[in-house]
């Protein structure tokens, strides 16, 4: 089943921004209705939302969907899930085609990751896109994107877990593929040296060197700059990764305070274009921005408890970030 999907953040619009892409909806529509695995709710205006779920829509990795028909008789709902709370194996497609097969539009959010709150909207209907509402989220606000019969494989970004081989997998893909060799980008906070000395447990004191010395030394440096934010200096180091271990040894210290690993980036990344991205920032984000900046770019992000994190990748190529996704395999997260 064909259709379209608009991706967009709740946390970078306003309070009240979904609740009025509701309504506007609503407006249009023949019947609209609030799905849960408990039941089906007809809605009238997204106040009785409120109502029914009050953490709406907020609380973002919770079993809801809102969906509507613009034109079809009202009807029995048959829908009856899945209710997708992140997009492992065939839940996304799954919920995606069964949702359009039986509404004209549907909306609901997925956990992406404890920085994210993002809503997919979905419709047969491409007229619909062009909503008001819609539009004026079209400056850099959201993602659209159209799909034959697998909607997931239309979504450019993934996170997912790769410990103990962090920053192996884009590196993989891009050889694959024949490109370049990537870029690795490194920060270090030029106020906190002490940060990059390990401890020897055997000797009870600091190592004299820091502990990326030997690593970096190892691969070749193709631009440096620093930065300031809000007084906090750092000094940003570009590599070539034209030798593998010391990359992955320098990404095997993601889950620590002293890891200095921001991104790793395509081999086309616009020097100029990424030292302005940086320059009023305290750290780096894989996020649209980087559409402008270089074809793919992973990194990690937090992943809510002591030392836990994930990967995220992003391209401007979405069968790009499906080959990834292909190659994590059992460690997918979510896609978006």
Same mark, same amino acid.
């Given at each position: 089943?064909?259709?379209t999907?608009? *991706?967009? &953040?709740?946390e970078?619009?306003?309070?009240? !921004? ?6 506007? @909806?609503i =407006?249009i529509?023949q019947?609209t209705f609030?799905l849960r695995p408990?039941g089906?709710?007809?809605?009238s205006?997204?106040?009785?939302i409120?109502?029914l779920t009050k953490?709406?829509p907020?609380?973002?990795?919770r ?5 509507g028909?613009s034109?079809k008789?009202?009807g ?8 997708i ?5 065939k839940?996304?497609?799954e919920?995606v085609n ?7 539009w549907?909306?609901f ?5 404890f920085?994210?709150d993002?809503?997919?909207f979905?419709t047969?209907d491409i007229t619909?896109?062009?909503l008001p509402?819609f539009k004026a *989220?079209? &400056?850099g606000a959201?993602?659209?994107h159209? !799909?034959d ?5 239309? @979504?450019? =970004? ?14 993989e893909?891009?050889k694959?593929r024949?490109e370049q060799?990537p870029l690795?980008?490194c920060?270090?906070a030029l106020q906190?040296k002490?940060l ?10 600091c190592e004299e ?5 030997q690593?970096?030394?190892q691969?070749?440096t ?5 930065t300031?934010?809000m007084g906090?200096k750092?000094?940003h180091?570009?590599?070539?990764v034209?030798a593998v271990?010391?990359?992955l040894?320098?990404?095997g210290?993601a ?10 980036l395509?081999a086309?990344?616009d ?10 920032k ?8 980087l559409?402008q900046?270089?074809?793919w770019s992973y990194?990690?992000?937090y ?9 995220i990748?992003?391209?401007?190529d979405?069968?790009i970030?499906q080959?990834i996704?292909?190659m994590?395999?059992?460690e997918?997260i979510s896609?978006?």
């Open positions: 089943m064909s259709g999907v608009i *991706l967009f &953040d709740i970078s619009t306003s309070n009240n !921004f979904i609740r009025k892409v509701v309504d506007e @909806l =407006t529509s019947s609030l408990t089906v709710q007809p809605l205006n997204s106040l009785q409120y109502e953490s709406w907020r609380w973002v990795s079993p809801w969907v809102v969906a028909r034109s008789e009202s029995d709902v048959l829908y009856k899930g899945p209710f709370e992140d997009c492992r194996g839940g996304y497609n919920q069964g949702l359009l097969r039986e509404f004209d549907a909306i959010s997925y956990f992406t990751t920085q994210s993002v809503c997919s979905i047969s619909l896109t062009e509402i *989220l079209k &400056d959201c993602d659209l159209q !799909f019969s697998n909607p997931i494989e239309c @979504l450019r =970004t993934a996170t997912f877990y790769d410990y103990d081989v962090e920053g192996l997998f884009p590196y893909a891009a694959l024949g060799s690795l980008l920060s270090i906190s002490d990059y000395h390990k401890w020897n447990h055997e000797k009870d004191e060197s820091v502990w990326f010395q690593p970096i030394e691969l070749e193709v631009d440096e700059f620093v300031d934010y906090y750092f000094k180091c570009l590599f070539r034209n271990t010391p990359y040894d320098i990404w210290e889950s620590y305070d002293h890891s200095i690993a921001e991104a790793t395509s086309d990344t020097f100029s274009a990424l030292k302005k991205y940086l320059e009023n305290c750290s780096f984000e894989i996020n649209r921005e559409d900046i270089c074809t990194g990690q992000v992943g809510g408890g002591a030392d836990e994190h994930h990967a990748f992003r391209s401007c979405s069968d970030t080959q996704w292909e994590v395999g059992e997918q896609r978006f």
